[in-house]
């Protein structure tokens, strides 16, 4: 699963701190490793640099595994060294298998990825605006096109352990309601596949771990694999879970199939080695290569629609690396990452776990061990270096992210998310519109398509949104043109009202003193003051509120507790308290105040009274439990 860097504290927390760095950081060259000896050494720095515990790792070619390996410490409290039975959990790397097992049932001609979901499993409660025109299909569920949100902040609190899987799907709909047409735009949301793997139960009439055992586990040699923590081969071998360096508890995710499997390294090589060998174990063919090359191809978006050969297909994405694109899932259950990756076309691939929740750790780790896989095979030249360049349409400006991974959070992407596009020379650019380094390049082949030089793939095409009408579509996320006057007013009134609300607070202490000396007099000449303080006050505690250390954030605000009910409190009260300073400023407009006093106080009230029509006007004011 990929829950964490979208979590209440986070988004809001950047809602109010501007970032000047780029979106994506780069590291430094490092020495590249040559050899096995010399990439365990690289790793191990890493894990030491990071202090990351534990890692298990696979390195797979055509022939078979070339590295297993497990390093450092699956208990440190313990002092239990990770060895070959230590299991890892590996998030939504799960999903891989919802895909396969439905392109199966395809196979058996028992459903057809382009079958309604609503004639498959009536009793699913979802909302579709759109059902009679563009039904949600199977493949929609997979690909992620349904428009539905992702997890909300009660299923991720919610321990799925001892729930069947229809239980899970019923726990929460509110979170299925299909935001844009089905089957247009990307949006991550784990309860697709959930519903997807229901699909797989009704069909079959087994449980869904049940099923992937038969069909998967048990063919493909992997004989530790589970779905729970509670097995006898998890408990005895399960590694111990870190988050910033304190033992963390086990997440059991809603909805089992999404991202609840453990896994040892020779687990995860038997399942690498199932791709890189074109779905076949030793001489059985357990699932088709054409069913494959469907799982590795993007289809259902109107990117995809358009030409786009890169983004995410089913259970399965693209992930560039130079000049190559290796096709991958990637997990991550609070406290564990983990990340599946291969290359079809070379015969090469590697799986790395952690129990540790340091992204940038896994992220070194990949890339040495990209690095090393591709030494001697990657071509130095860029696959796109021929590619005639056509400039027709100028598509530089600022462009809006309009496929969001959580409604919600719309608020902040309309803010921190917008792009820029510009050009240098023959190439075009994409970087965050706050500034920062070029993040990614691509070359005009055509009026409606732009390739990656590097890797020769069309990454960004021209396409016709049925709600947005034009926009692009890079990657899997969709762009919309928009104003730079809207870009940079809206950050302007931003910057205005944060200091505002500080200069309110500075003032207020000072207003304090001279009210009780008697130096400042009451009635109107105070409230004038006051109403525009408390809401200042009320936005201060809510983000207090959420900057706090828990032991599970989710937990905590995905439920009715104290800080939840604060938080809704705060963000209810700064709204009411907003509207009702406007009502008030136009009442005392003619009274006897200081008119710097006066306006002061009434550019404050203004400011407050957008800020709270924004947060009305894109549904962020809701609790966080519900």
């Given at each position: ?67 297993t390996k497990t390093l450092g410490k699956a208990d440190v409290e313990n002092d239990i060294d990770a060895d070959e039975k230590t299991m890892f959990r590996i998030g939504s790397v799960s ?345 990614r390049g691509y070359i005009q082949l055509n009026e409606n398509q732009f390739v990656s030089p590097e890797t020769g793939k069309i990454s960004m095409v021209r396409a016709h949104d049925p ?160």
């Open positions: 699963m990929k829950i964490n860097h979208f979590s209440v504290r986070g988004s809001l927390l950047l809602f109010f701190f501007l970032q000047a760095s780029p979106l994506f950081s780069q590291e430094k060259e490092a020495i590249l490793p040559t050899s096995i000896p010399e990439l365990q050494s690289a790793i191990e720095v890493v894990l030491e640099e990071t202090k990351t515990p534990a890692v298990g790792l696979t390195l797979v070619n055509q022939d078979g595994v070339v590295w999903k891989m298998f919802v895909s396969l097992a439905l392109l199966k049932l395809q196979e058996e001609g028992l459903l057809s990825l382009k079958d309604k979901v609503r004639d498959l499993v009536p009793e699913v409660e979802f909302e579709n605006p759109w059902q009679e025109t563009s039904p949600i299909l199977v493949e929609h569920l997979l690909e992620h096109t349904t428009g539905w949100d992702d997890y909300h902040d009660v299923e991720i609190a919610t321990d799925g352990l001892n729930l069947s899987l229809k239980e899970a799907i019923d726990f929460h709909p509110h979170s299925r309601i299909s935001r844009w047409v089905p089957g247009t735009r990307f949006a991550y949301s784990n309860s697709g596949p959930g519903v997807a793997a229901y699909i797989v139960e009704k069909i079959t009439g087994k449980t869904f771990e049940d099923y992937i055992q038969e069909t998967f586990f048990d063919p493909m040699g992997m004989e530790s694999m589970t779905y729970f923590t509670d097995s006898e081969a998890y408990k005895q071998h399960g590694a111990k879970l870190y988050i910033d360096g304190k033992q963390a508890t086990i997440w059991n995710v809603l909805m089992r199939p999404v991202g609840s499997i453990n896994a040892t390294p020779t687990d995860v090589a038997n399942m690498v080695s199932f791709f890189i060998n074109r779905g076949k174990i030793d001489s059985v063919q357990l699932i088709s290569e054409a069913s494959l090359q469907r799982m590795e191809t993007p289809t259902t978006t109107i990117g995809a629609k358009a030409g786009l050969e890169v983004g995410y297909e089913l259970s399965n994405s693209s992930s560039p690396y130079k000049n190559a694109v290796y096709r991958k899932h990637a997990g991550s259950v609070k406290s564990a990452l983990a990340d599946l990756s291969y290359l079809p076309e070379y015969n090469l691939g590697y799986a790395v776990m952690t129990n540790s929740s340091d992204r940038q750790a896994m992220q070194r780790i990949i890339n040495l061990i990209r690095a090393f896989q591709l030494k001697d095979i990657i071509d130095v030249h860029s696959k796109g270096t021929n590619l005639t360049t056509k400039n027709e349409a100028d598509v530089s400006g600022y462009y809006l992210d309009i496929n969001p991974r959580y409604q919600q959070f719309n608020f902040l992407n309309r803010l921190f998310r917008v792009q820029k596009i510009s050009y240098k020379k023959d190439t075009l650019f994409i970087n965050s519109a706050l500034g920062g380094e070029d993040l709600l947005a009408g034009e926009v692009y579509q890079e990657g899997v996320q969709v762009l919309k043109p928009v104003s730079a006057i809207v870009v940079f007013g809206q950050l302007f009134i931003l910057i205005l009202w944060v200091l505002g609300m500080i200069t309110a607070i500075l003032f207020g202490v000072i207003w304090a003193i001279r009210f009780w000396t008697g130096k400042l007099a009451g009635g109107q000449n105070i409230w004038i003051r006051l109403w525009p303080l408390m809401s200042s006050v009320f936005v201060v505690v809510a983000l207090i509120t959420i900057s706090l250390e828990y032991s599970d954030f989710s937990e905590v605000f995905g439920n009715v507790t104290l800080p939840s009910i604060t938080l809704f409190v705060c963000l209810v009260a700064f709204v009411l308290i907003s509207l009702w300073s406007v009502y008030y400023l136009f009442r005392v407009r003619k009274s006897k105040i200081k008119k710097l006093t006066y306006w002061y106080s009434a550019a404050l009230i203004c400011l407050h009274f957008l800020a709270a029509c924004y947060f009305l006007w894109w549904g962020a004011i809701v609790p966080t439990w519900n």
